[in-house]
């Protein structure tokens, strides 16, 4: 089988190029693969998620008080002009305490709806065990009561 030959021709300049890590523009092989690179969120799509979380199918202009709101719970300065800047992608620096705002309301709303989900799921499979005829005890009745009180929540 012959051998793989390139079209362009290697040439000392080139391959000197390649192998160059002083050169700050230089891009990795990992880089070219896209191993290298972040897939950290940018501000604007957590604020987007938090919204939906928030108001799914709300229009924004209704939505920044919203986003306001829960955001103030952790850095009570920030302004309505501020939220609407940075969930429309004008600002070009973001503070670290309103980044980690974003992420802990985030958290906080992703983990409401995941209780609500679970709760849900538990009375579901409740229900099925009262079809089936399976008898809950005491304790299995006051834990279905107190997730049945965070789903109506």
């Known amino acids: 089988m012959p051998a793989i030959v390139s079209k362009v021709p290697e040439t000392l300049t080139n391959r000197l190029e390649t192998l160059s890590s002083n050169d700050s523009f230089a891009v990795s092989s990992q880089e070219q693969r896209g191993e290298g690179l972040s897939c950290v969120s940018s501000p604007q799509t957590l604020l987007r ?9 709300l229009p924004a202009k209704a939505l920044f008080p919203l986003l306001a709101t829960d955001l103030r719970h952790h850095v009570p300065d920030i302004s309505l002009r501020r939220v609407r800047s940075i969930f429309n992608g004008e600002v070009s620096r973001i503070w670290d305490d309103e980044a980690m705002a974003i992420r802990m309301a985030l958290s906080r709303r992703r983990n409401a709806k995941a209780r609500r989900e679970f709760a849900r799921a538990a009375a579901e499979m409740v229900k099925k065990l009262a079809e ?3 008898p809950l005890s005491d304790d299995q009745h006051q834990v279905v009561q107190f997730l049945s009180a965070e789903v109506t929540a």
């Open 49 to 57: 998620e938090l919204g939906e979380l928030i108001a799914p199918q």
């Open 132 to 134: 089936h005829g399976v």
